[in-house]
């Protein structure tokens, strides 16, 4: 277990539909990053958040937002989804003041249908 | 813009020695990462170079040389379970984002 928690694990939905992804960080990491990995392919930076404020944004599609919350949760809203959108989906998060070394979750498999 | 440059794949047998290049171009730079992921589980930390030089740990070691934006890291006595993608990832400035490389896929093979 990294400490980082992504629900759910596995998630099959139709096109045209709206998911939710949710992310808790490690315990005392501020930031959460977000990205988008499709088959056999690297990772795409969707969106970054630190201590509940947008720090950067990626190739993140408009029908994409995300939030961080008080508690440091962050979730990541996909909407009008399109086959294209199939991929892992995997959240970061990184302690303040360390160069160097995400800790990501395990990811969510999104299967668009 | 940025980008990182890394071979797409690397077949070796058990007890080899495997090196992945890795270049750089980004306008910033603080610190290469490696990560190795294998086939769908989550990325896990390797090893972080922020300094020029050469990092040990156990089997693996990373090399860095910021004047010729480049880096590698090297997969000593190679098992099967060493069998994965790994990623070459740049941070530009400190707190920022990883830009990652498309990844190099390393194939064991007995």
């Known amino acids: 277990d990294s400490g980082v928690t992504q629900t759910p694990k596995h998630l099959i939905t139709a096109t045209g539909q709206r998911v939710t992804l949710r992310c808790s960080p490690r315990?005392?990491?501020?930031?959460v990053y977000w990205y988008q990995q499709s088959l056999d392919q690297g990772l795409q930076f969707l969106i970054q958040?630190?201590?509940?404020?947008?720090?950067a944004k990626g190739n993140i599609l408009e029908r994409f937002s995300a939030q961080q919350f008080p508690d440091l949760h962050s979730e990541l809203n996909l909407s009008s989804l399109e086959l294209g959108d199939s991929a892992l989906y995997f959240c970061?998060?990184?302690?303040?003041?360390?160069?160097?070394?995400?800790?990501f979750g395990s990811g969510t498999r999104l299967t668009v249908v | 813009g940025q980008s990182l440059e890394q071979p797409s794949e690397v077949t070796a047998v058990e007890g080899a020695i495997v090196q992945i290049n890795c270049t750089y171009q980004?306008?910033?730079?603080?610190?290469l990462s490696w990560y190795q992921q294998h086939d769908g589980g989550a990325p896990t930390f390797l090893s972080y170079?922020?300094?020029?030089g050469l990092e040990e740990t156990g089997r693996f070691s990373s090399f860095l040389s910021r004047s010729d934006s480049y880096g590698y890291l090297l997969l000593q006595e190679l098992q099967m379970k060493d069998s994965a993608s790994y990623f070459c990832?740049?941070?530009?400035?400190?707190?920022?984002?990883?830009?990652f490389g498309g990844g190099t896929r390393v194939l064991v093979k007995p």
């Open positions: 970061a998060s990184m302690k303040t003041g360390v160069p160097y070394g995400y800790t």
């Open positions: 990832a740049v941070r530009e400035a400190a707190g920022n984002k990883l830009t």
């Open positions: 980004t306008s910033g730079f603080y610190g």
């Open positions: 315990s005392g990491d501020l930031s």
């Open positions: 170079n922020g300094l020029d």
């Open positions: 958040y630190y201590n509940g404020e947008e720090r």
